[in-house]
C-alpha cells in the first residue's frame, strides 16, 4: 500500500510560481510512475503531468507545456510539480498518483493510488 501527501498549493496572482510536492511512503522496493492531475470545479479530474521512475520519460498535458515541469527524487520518495507562469483557469484541486505499472499513463483509471489533493488558486 502506498500513502500519498501532497502539499505546496496556496493561492498565487497570475503570472506567478508554486512547486507542489508528493512525498510517497510504503511500498518500498517497487518503480512506480507517478502522474499530477487536476479537478476544477464542475469539470472532470484531468491529467497534467506524469513521470516514470527512471525520470527517463515525462508526459505533459497540452495546456501546461512549456510551464509545468514534473520532476521525482527517488531517494527522498518525491515528485515535484513545478508551475510557472499560471492562469486563472489552472485553478483546481491537484492530485497526485502512482502507478505500480510503472507505464506512465494519462488516465485515472490505470493509476493505483491518489494522493487527498492541494488546492491551487490563480487569481487574475
Known amino acids: 500500500q502506498v500513502q500519498l501527501v501532497e502539499s505546496g498549493g496556496g493561492l498565487v496572482q497570475a503570472g506567478g510560481s508554486l512547486r507542489l510536492s508528493c512525498a510517497a511512503s510504503?511500498?518500498?522496493?517497487?518503480?512506480?510512475?507517478m502522474g499530477w492531475f487536476r479537478q476544477a470545479p464542475g469539470k472532470e479530474r484531468e491529467f497534467v503531468a506524469g513521470?516514470?521512475?527512471?525520470?527517463?520519460?515525462?508526459a505533459y498535458a497540452d495546456s501546461v507545456k512549456g510551464r509545468f515541469t514534473i520532476s521525482r527524487d527517488n531517494v527522498k520518495n518525491t515528485v515535484y510539480l513545478q508551475m510557472n507562469s499560471l492562469k486563472p483557469e489552472d485553478t483546481a484541486v491537484y492530485y497526485c498518483?502512482?502507478?505500480?505499472?510503472?507505464?506512465?499513463?494519462?488516465?485515472?483509471?490505470?493509476?493505483?493510488?491518489w494522493g487527498q489533493g492541494t488546492q491551487v488558486t490563480v487569481s487574475s
Open positions: 498518483a502512482a502507478d505500480k505499472s510503472n507505464f506512465l499513463p494519462t488516465t485515472e483509471a490505470e493509476y493505483d493510488y
Open positions: 510504503g511500498g518500498t522496493g517497487r518503480r512506480y510512475a
Open positions: 513521470i516514470k521512475w527512471s525520470s527517463t520519460s515525462t
